[in-house]
Every structure is written in structure tokens, then in C-alpha cells.
Nanobody
Framework: QVQLVESGGGLVQAGGSLRLSCAAS????MAWFRQAPGKEREFVAA????????VSADSVKGRFTISRDNAKNTVYLQMSSLKPEDTAVYYC???????????????WGQGTQVTVSS
């Protein structure tokens, strides 16, 4: 069973920054999704295990950066210029596919809350 351990969420003012981390117990393509109250889970960014290819949602391009440290099997999401609409529970996901859809990932973290105040 793959374990994903997330950290780094919290409360920040609009315009601020946060960095999320997710440590995996294996080598996988990884991604971040988020879910706001009353909304469906949505894709944020993904990074491949091989070559470190990345893809991001249009809503976060230029503000969020996904990266990984393969030696630590850890993926990061650096979030800058945060907006109140970025408030959500952020989930780390891992799987054999490099994908931007929920069904593309087999394993999920417990989620970490990010709250952006205006």
C-alpha cells in the first residue's frame, strides 16, 4: 500500500505564499488536486517521475509551481500570489500514469487545508 504524507497547509493572507509537501513511499507520477466546499475535486498540477514533465491548470499557471525531489520521493507545490478562491483542501495523488484527471491516480493523501483570507 502506497502511503502519501502531506504537510504545509495553513492560513495565509491574499498575496502570500505557501509550500505544500508530499512524501511518497514509492516512485510514481504525482499530482496535486484541490477541493473547495460544495465543489468537485479539481486538478492543480502534475509532475512525471521520468523527465520531470509538468502540467498545470490554467487557474494556477504563473502562480503555482510543482517540483519533486526524486531522492526523497517527495513532491512540492510552491504557491504564490494566493487568492481567496485558492481556499480548498489540497490532496496529493500518485499513480503509474501522468494525468490531469482524478481517475488517473490510484493513491491519495489525507488532504491538507489551505485557507486564503482577503
Amino acid at each position: 500500500q502506497v502511503q502519501l504524507v502531506e504537510s504545509g497547509g495553513g492560513l495565509v493572507q491574499a498575496g502570500g505564499s505557501l509550500r505544500l509537501s508530499c512524501a511518497a513511499s514509492g516512485r510514481y507520477n504525482m499530482a496535486w488536486f484541490r477541493q473547495a466546499p460544495g465543489k468537485e475535486r479539481e486538478f492543480v498540477a502534475a509532475i512525471s517521475w521520468i523527465a520531470g514533465m509538468t502540467v498545470s491548470a490554467d487557474s494556477v499557471k504563473g502562480r503555482f509551481t510543482i517540483s519533486r525531489d526524486n531522492a526523497k520521493n517527495t513532491v512540492y507545490l510552491q504557491m504564490s500570489s494566493l487568492k481567496p478562491e485558492d481556499t480548498a483542501v489540497y490532496y496529493c495523488a500518485a499513480g503509474p500514469r501522468f494525468s490531469s484527471v482524478v481517475d488517473g491516480y490510484n493513491f491519495w493523501g489525507q488532504g491538507t487545508q489551505v485557507t486564503v483570507s482577503s
